[in-house]
């Protein structure tokens, strides 16, 4: 079956760097979409990034030109790397798979676990 594995969030301070990670396998064939959201206390999960299987990239404005979603498929791994990290960035972090390139949940149907990541000012 498909299983999604995120790894890599943790504490960083505003302004600091994070890789996090997705090992991805169970796909019958590599016509899906990735992304990433956050799902932040008291707020609506959010889709930040996602890549098609052509490369493609969107991002949400809150990181835009800060954060970088890439997939290294000969690995079966999902990466985003987070820049310049806000306080606004602490949430946990989900990766997920779908058929439909967008940021709106409604397209993926596969999701990982989360990992956490927390940002001090």
């Known amino acids: 079956q498909v299983q999604l594995v995120e790894s890599g969030g943790g504490s960083e301070q505003a302004g600091g760097s994070l890789r996090l990670s997705c090992a991805f396998s169970?796909?019958?064939?590599?016509?899906?979409?990735m992304a990433w959201f956050r799902h932040a206390p008291g707020k609506l999960r959010e889709g930040i990034a996602a890549i098609d299987m052509d490369g493609n990239t969107a991002y949400a404005d809150s990181v835009k030109g800060r954060f970088i979603i890439s997939k290294a498929n000969a690995k079966n791994i999902l990466y985003l790397q987070m820049n310049s990290l806000k306080p606004e960035d602490d949430a946990t972090y989900y990766c997920?798979?779908?058929?439909?390139?967008?940021?709106?949940?409604?397209?993926?149907?596969?999701w990982g676990q989360g990992t956490q990541v927390t940002v001090s000012s």
């Open positions: 169970g796909f019958t064939d590599n016509k899906y979409c």
């Open positions: 997920a798979a779908g058929r439909v390139f967008s940021l709106e949940e409604w397209a993926y149907e596969y």
